[in-house]
C-alpha cells in the first residue's frame, strides 16, 4: 500500500507539470500567432508599398519578400478574388550544434526584407497609404534593441559580448608576451641586452 505523503507529492508532482506543459504549449501558440500577424501585416504594407511605386513611377523595391508579394498581387488580379492557398516551401535543416554568432537567426529576416527608398515612404505617407514612416520601418524590418535598460544599466547582451571580447584579448596577449619571451630565449636576449 502506497504511503498517502508519497501519493500526495506524486499528484502534486503530475499537477505541476501539467500546468508548466499547458502553459509552454500556450506560449508557443502565443508566439506562432503573433508571428503570423507580424507577416500579414508586413505582406499588406508591401502591397501597399508596391502599388503606390507603380503609381507614383518609383523604382519597385528589390527583395527575396518584395518579389514574392508582386507575384500573388499580379496572381491576385488575374484571379479577380483573394486566394487562400498557401504555398508550401520547404523548411531547412534545423540548427545542430553551436551557434557561433549570437542572433545569427534572427538576423536572416532583416536580410530577407527588401531595402525600401526614402522617397517610397514619402510617397507612400503623402498618399495616405502609411500614417508613420518610423511604424513602417518597424513593420518591416524589426525593432532595434535599444543600447541600455531604462535605468541606464548596460544590457545582458551586450555585457555577454563585451566579456567574451575582453577574453579573447586577453588571450591574445598572453600568447604575444609568451611568444616574445620564448624569441628573446632564442635569440639570446636579456634585459634588452644582446648575451654576445
Not at 20 to 36: C, D, F, N, P, S
Not at 85 to 90: I, S
Not at 156 to 162: G, K, M, N, P
Request: proline share 3%.
Amino acid at each position: 500500500m502506497v504511503k498517502k505523503r508519497n501519493e500526495r507529492k506524486d499528484n502534486q508532482m503530475t499537477h505541476l507539470l501539467r500546468l508548466e506543459g499547458e502553459a509552454e504549449k500556450k506560449r508557443i501558440k502565443k508566439l506562432e500567432a503573433r508571428k503570423e500577424f507580424q507577416k500579414v501585416k508586413k505582406d499588406l504594407l508591401l502591397k501597399k508599398l508596391v502599388q503606390v511605386a507603380k503609381d507614383e513611377g518609383i523604382p519597385i523595391p528589390q527583395g527575396a519578400d518584395a518579389t514574392s508579394v508582386l507575384a500573388a498581387t499580379e496572381a491576385q488580379n488575374r484571379s479577380g478574388k483573394g486566394d487562400t492557398d498557401v504555398q508550401m516551401t520547404p523548411s531547412g535543416s534545423k540548427v545542430k550544434g553551436v551557434i557561433r554568432k549570437i542572433g545569427k537567426i534572427k538576423s536572416r529576416d532583416k536580410m530577407q526584407a527588401p531595402r525600401i527608398s526614402k522617397a517610397l515612404l514619402l510617397a507612400a505617407k503623402r498618399r495616405g497609404a502609411i500614417q508613420n514612416i518610423k511604424v513602417a520601418k518597424e513593420t518591416l524590418y524589426g525593432r532595434k534593441k535599444k543600447m541600455a535598460k531604462p535605468d541606464g544599466k548596460e544590457r545582458a547582451r551586450d555585457r555577454r559580448l563585451r566579456k567574451a571580447r575582453e577574453k579573447r584579448e586577453r588571450k591574445s596577449y598572453a600568447q604575444l608576451t609568451a611568444f616574445c619571451s620564448w624569441l628573446c630565449w632564442v635569440c639570446g636576449v636579456t634585459n634588452g641586452h644582446s648575451a654576445v
